[in-house]
């Protein structure tokens, strides 16, 4: 088949996303797929295609660009209100993606049998929904990591107008792909026919390190936070009460729920900057155990998991609301029979996510 992904994430970004389209697009190619890949430019993506024989095309550069609030003081907090303020009205700066997808599409003139859209960010789709997509492609499946309008681990919930901006994007969709069945929650239920559960696909043949275990009790945590919600404060405030030496390694962007704990942990928390998957696996798969803080809610999973999963170390699951400290003390102590277990792992590999995909266009 001939397929088009569409993604403003793709390698060498990391995140969910990125690793979504990326990996997808891979695999679709391994299988025996044409596979074009229109995203934004980087340079690292000649010798991307080179490897695994995807094609690039380019969106146009980002004009538009996020309010920086770097700075301190009213100017800062002004500009921080602003930034949320044109988030909120008008999801920008993302919305220029609109614009620039659906030039594209009208402007294609090869064939192909599937246009695969992946979000976040939405408007990527909103672009599809906008173009003449029906003339290069005969179906349009819209991959969403999370909900839209339905998402409700943000501090602010969508603006009313947004609900109709949906109902229109999704109503021009042929089939809508999600990870999780219970988020089908987060979408209107008129869409549900259109609805497709297929879950985040990984490359399970990545190199792991031999564990040994460590002088110390060391864990790892990879990923991002969300105030309340996967949030990091409760865990690290019972942890400055363990009189034991333990190491806690996080790998983030976000330090902003950490900083208060940075001087009271001293030198048992550890904040490293993201890096590539390869290597990531490799550290995950040194540590004693790896930390999980759940999202808190069912319409939402962390792809995280099923890393932390393949990389074969126990899995502190943190949930909202009060710290068990009985299962925090017990793996501190190595005791990890009440680690989380994931089921059924090879749904989550790779070539049989790209399957799905498959058979979804086939239908």
Not at 20 to 36: D, F, I, P, S, W
Not at 306 to 317: E, G, Q, S, V
Request: hydrophobic letters at 40%; glycine letters at 6%.
């Amino acid at each position: 088949m001939k397929i088009l992904l569409i993604s403003s994430h793709f390698f060498p970004l990391i995140n969910p996303r990125s690793f979504r389209a990326t990996e997808l697009a891979k695999e679709l190619v391994r299988q025996g797929n044409e596979v074009t890949v229109v995203t934004l430019h980087n340079s690292k993506h000649a010798e991307f295609s080179k490897e695994f024989n995807v094609e690039f095309k380019y969106l146009p550069d980002l004009k538009w660009k996020e309010i920086s609030i770097q700075g301190g003081g009213i100017s800062s907090k002004i500009k921080r209100g602003l930034r949320r303020t044109m988030q909120l009205v008008a999801e920008y700066p993302a919305v220029e993606l609109t614009g620039l997808v659906k030039d594209y599409i009208n402007k294609e003139n090869k064939q192909y049998d599937a246009l695969i859209s992946i979000a976040v960010p939405y408007p990527i789709h909103w672009g599809v929904a906008a173009s003449d997509w029906k003339k290069i492609a005969k179906t349009w499946i819209a991959d969403c990591g999370d909900p839209y309008y339905g998402d409700t681990s943000d501090s602010f919930k969508k603006l009313l107008h947004f609900k109709y901006v949906e109902k229109w994007a999704f109503s021009k969709m042929d089939k809508i792909a999600i990870p999780i069945e219970g988020g089908k929650k987060g979408y209107f239920k008129e869409f549900h026919d259109k609805i497709s559960i297929i879950p985040q696909g990984f490359d399970f043949n990545i190199e792991k390190s031999v564990y040994k275990k460590n002088p110390i009790p060391t864990f790892i945590y990879a990923g991002g936070f969300i105030p309340g919600y996967r949030d990091p404060q409760p865990f690290l405030e019972y942890l400055t009460k363990i009189d034991k030496e333990f190491k806690f390694i996080i790998y983030t962007k976000g330090t902003v729920l950490i900083k208060p704990f940075l001087q009271k942990l001293g030198d048992k928390i550890e904040i490293r900057e993201y890096i590539p998957r390869e290597e990531l696996m490799l550290e995950l798969s040194k540590a004693d155990f790896l930390i999980n803080i759940d999202n808190a809610e069912s319409v939402q999973s962390p792809s995280k998991l099923i890393d932390y999963k393949i990389a074969d170390r126990p899995i502190l699951n943190i949930k909202k609301g009060k710290i068990n400290e009985k299962l925090v003390n017990e793996f501190i102590d190595y005791n990890f029979e009440n680690q989380l277990n994931i089921n059924d792992l090879n749904r989550f590999d790779i070539k049989n996510v790209a399957k799905q995909f498959i058979n979804l266009i086939k239908k």
